[in-house]
């Protein structure tokens, strides 16, 4: 199918494209423009990190805060450099400056994933789809490969896994809390999943865990694993989402 002239090609994990993006082709850093991009949790986590920043400093400095209009969750997306073409903040003239710690959508591209959920269960299915957007020249390069090494090249499966999780969540919210959340919520659940470093704060100071969140790991792991972290968030919002929903009921 194709969608104002892109067309979308379903592809299995062992179909093979053809793509490659580098300095010689023509197009180089043109999907770096007219920037729409939205940034996970994990996101913040790996770029804040390779800058060397907080992730209040960095959600200050480089994103933009919005409402999710399905969710009713907070959203963050990057603030693009000034100009009319609405440039990403960290592209330059060789490519882009955080590339180890890009974005799960940049490295997923030409890309598409699409996961679903079976209701009452914690299985998962992957959907993929190839998309060829007329201005990109990268599907004219010679280099081919699998939809499975696509993923294994650009080292996707972390990403994928924290993003899982939190479309889980979100999944969750959707499902026993609809609607938009209570002001105070709101505000929790960004610090707990994109300032990271501001909930590790409130965790120390409380010296325990939020109360939501049953068993959880050590505080020392917390103190010093983004990762951990991160996961232990978006579980504790899952179980705060289903409390939420047994008040209101």
Avoid at 184 to 209: P, S
Wanted: charged content about 20%; overall charge positive; glycine content about 8%.
């Amino acid at each position: 199918m194709a969608t104002d002239n892109c067309e979308i090609i379903p592809l299995s994990l062992e179909d093979p494209f053809t793509f490659a993006c580098n300095p010689g082709v023509p197009c180089f850093n043109e999907c770096c423009r007219d920037l729409n991009q939205f940034l996970t949790p994990y996101d913040v986590l790996r770029i804040k990190r390779r800058l060397g920043l907080t992730s209040g400093e960095f959600l200050k400095r480089f994103t933009a805060q919005h409402t999710g209009p399905g969710s009713g969750l907070p959203v963050v997306t990057l603030k693009p450099s000034g100009g009319s073409q609405l440039r990403c903040p960290f592209v330059t003239p060789q490519g882009c400056s955080v590339y180890p710690d890009r974005p799960a959508a940049c490295r997923t591209y030409p890309l598409i994933r699409m996961v679903s959920r079976v209701r009452g269960g914690g299985q998962t299915t992957e959907r993929f789809f190839l998309m060829k957007e007329p201005h990109c020249q990268g599907h004219l390069q010679a280099r081919g490969q699998t939809v499975r090494e696509w993923l294994g090249d650009q080292d996707l499966a972390v990403y994928n896994r924290m993003n899982d999780l939190l479309m889980a969540v979100i999944g969750l919210k959707n499902r026993l809390a609809p609607g938009p959340l209570p002001v105070a919520m709101q505000r929790l659940f960004y610090q707990a999943c994109y300032d990271l470093d501001a909930f590790r704060l409130t965790i120390r100071e409380k010296r325990q865990t939020p109360s939501a969140a049953g068993d959880p790991p050590p505080l020392e792991s917390l103190e010093t694993d983004d990762d951990a972290l991160l996961a232990f968030a978006l579980d504790y919002w899952k179980k705060a989402f289903a409390g939420h929903a047994a008040g209101r009921s």
